[in-house]
């Protein structure tokens, strides 16, 4: 009866588990599709203010700035302004209504050219009605176009989004019929889900994530081959095509340079529609920038007068002798920011009028702007990255105390020198050496004064072996050389020359220090075939000399007596 009662138990587990999972994945869903829903609300608002402006532009430019528009106004020219008004209807497929309304002069004198505004679900678009050169524009008067949204939106490609009021709905399913089978199916294997509920918690969040980056990249498709550039890694080649693209595609943009901070001045790195020769040889101070570095965008008209004022006469001089830099009437100056702190300047010059740029100019310069900033940050990140990881990799090989090799070092460099000596068939020394009652200097003195005789003592090791030779920190007070093609007979003469070298006073914190050692000699293959062999052997040559207090001991001999 227990185990009946247990395997109940389990079976309602089972049932309450599958029901949870089987109500989460429903959950799971309905977030996933509400998440959706308001990034496709807010994608449909971004598009429908653009396209409504874009109409708007278009229906003023051709319509409502016409001098005969204008003049059919004033004299009341019925027929006229019927034959334009219905021609606006048959243009566009959305309009429903247009019309000329009398509003107050005060009214009309706080309206911009042209404005829009939402009235019982559509949008109304109100025109001054002017000159075709703007220069009069008619009075208490203002031409409304009424524009069907629900229609415009779905002519957008938006279905799924219906317009209420002022707001936005979505009106498609946040929970599909397939959705909800495919919970139970999950209820039901919900044992297999456990073991992989992880990986497909990973695999869904991943998917989410990139559908995002997609919608992002979607609405941004001007920019999405320079971001390609930008992000293959060609950094170079990404700053001039920034630069080139910014003066194509900004209005009002002829020409154009990239000022980099590096170190504490702004050097001007890129440039386009300029004599290439100036790039990387003209820099500015801080205070010297007619851009200022508080982060702001600014639009430059005196920027002669600040450079006259700011820079010493041979960079200006120079500056100047760049052909049409001084004919700049107008400049655009975009600060590029990553981390909050300003790092360059993407620079835009027009040679013809000081009012060249405009809003509309301002923005999409931001953009490019924008991702500068992103690539300035990318290229920092890696910079550390590349850094710390060669640094990593030099500590793995080299004794953070001496900066001589380390154990794992010592063995890689081995281990392709004794091949080398097999196929030439050439002997290599093993020298193990340790320091004379080291120990005594480290309880006397300290371990930071034994530290400090041990980097002196490693710096004078490197000096004293031959280029392709090594010398490594063993562990503690033990170094281990490394020497290719030497003999007994050369072993034995660079011992005696290294203890003499290294026994020269050490003068540190006031104090004389002599430091000595002994030595253990042995020589590939002839005392071994392999390098554990003869370091074991180069070792025991290393405590016969300590037995003997001998300086050094060669183990060739020692095994023979």
Not at 119 to 140: P, T
Not at 294 to 310: E, F, M, S, V, Y
Not at 319 to 339: H, N, W
Not at 348 to 363: P, T
Request: glycine share 4%; aromatic share 10%; charged share 25%.
């Amino acid at each position: 009866m227990g185990e009946t009662l247990l395997s109940k138990l389990n079976k309602l587990l089972i049932f309450l588990i599958a029901l949870c999972i089987f109500l989460l994945s429903l959950y799971i869903f309905y977030l996933s599709n509400s998440t959706k829903a308001r990034q496709r609300i807010i994608q449909a608002e971004k598009t429908l203010k653009g396209a409504v402006e874009f109409v708007g532009m278009t229906v003023h430019e051709n319509f409502f700035r016409d001098d005969n528009v204008y003049r059919a106004v004033i004299q009341e020219d019925e027929v006229f302004l019927k034959q334009k008004l219905q021609e606006i209807i048959d243009k566009y497929p959305n309009v429903i209504r247009v019309y000329i309304e009398e509003v107050e002069q005060e009214y009309l004198n706080s309206l911009e050219i042209f404005t829009v505004d939402i009235v019982n679900g559509n949008f109304r678009l109100s025109f001054k009605i002017c000159k075709k050169d703007l220069s009069a524009y008619v009075s208490g008067k203002l031409a409304r176009v009424i524009l069907n949204a629900q229609q415009f939106i779905n002519s957008l490609g938006f279905d799924d989004i219906q317009i209420n009021g002022a707001s936005y709905e979505y009106s498609g399913p946040l929970i599909s019929s397939l959705e909800i089978l495919t919970s139970a199916l999950i209820a039901l294997c919900s044992t297999f889900i456990f073991a992989f509920v992880a990986r497909w918690r990973k695999l869904n969040l991943e998917k989410r994530y990139h559908e995002k980056l997609h919608r992002r990249t979607l609405c941004q498709e001007a920019i999405l081959n320079f971001t390609k550039i930008v992000l293959s890694g060609q950094v170079e080649d990404s700053y001039q095509f920034l630069l080139e693209k910014a003066v194509e595609l900004v209005p009002g943009a002829q020409a154009g340079s990239l000022l980099m901070k590096k170190n504490d001045v702004f050097v001007l790195t890129h440039v386009a529609g300029y004599d290439p020769k100036i790039a990387g040889k003209m820099f500015f101070k801080p205070h010297e920038l007619a851009q200022q570095i508080d982060g702001r965008i600014r639009i430059i008209k005196d920027l002669h007068q600040i450079n006259t004022q700011n820079l010493d006469e041979v960079r200006k001089e120079f500056l100047y002798s760049v052909d049409k830099v001084a004919k700049i009437k107008s400049l655009l100056s975009i600060p590029i920011i990553a981390k909050d702190e300003v790092v360059a300047f993407l620079n835009l010059d027009n040679f013809e009028n000081e009012n060249a740029f405009n809003e509309e100019a301002v923005n999409i310069a931001e953009l490019f702007a924008g991702h500068v900033g992103v690539l300035f940050e990318r290229m920092r990140l890696e910079e550390e990255l590349k850094i710390q990881k060669q640094l990593m990799e030099y500590l793995s090989y080299h004794d953070p105390l001496t900066d001589l090799p380390n154990r794992r070092m010592l063995e890689e460099y081995v281990e392709k020198t004794f091949a080398i000596a097999s196929r030439e068939n050439k002997p290599v020394c093993v020298i193990y050496m340790d320091l004379y009652k080291f120990k005594d200097v480290n309880d006397t003195f300290g371990h930071p004064v034994g530290d400090d005789l041990l980097k002196i003592l490693g710096n004078r090791l490197k000096k004293e072996i031959r280029r392709g030779d090594m010398v490594a920190r063993f562990g503690g007070d033990e170094f281990v050389f490394v020497l290719y093609d030497v003999s007994v007979e050369g072993a034995i003469e660079f011992s005696r020359r290294l203890l003499e070298f290294i026994q020269k006073p050490i003068v540190l914190q006031n104090k004389i220090f002599t430091i000595s050692a002994n030595l253990g000699i042995a020589v590939y293959p002839a005392d071994g075939d392999n390098f554990e062999t003869v370091l074991r052997n180069a070792d025991m040559a290393l405590y016969t000399a300590k037995r003997k207090e001998q300086p050094f001991a060669i183990f060739s001999q020692i095994s023979q007596s």
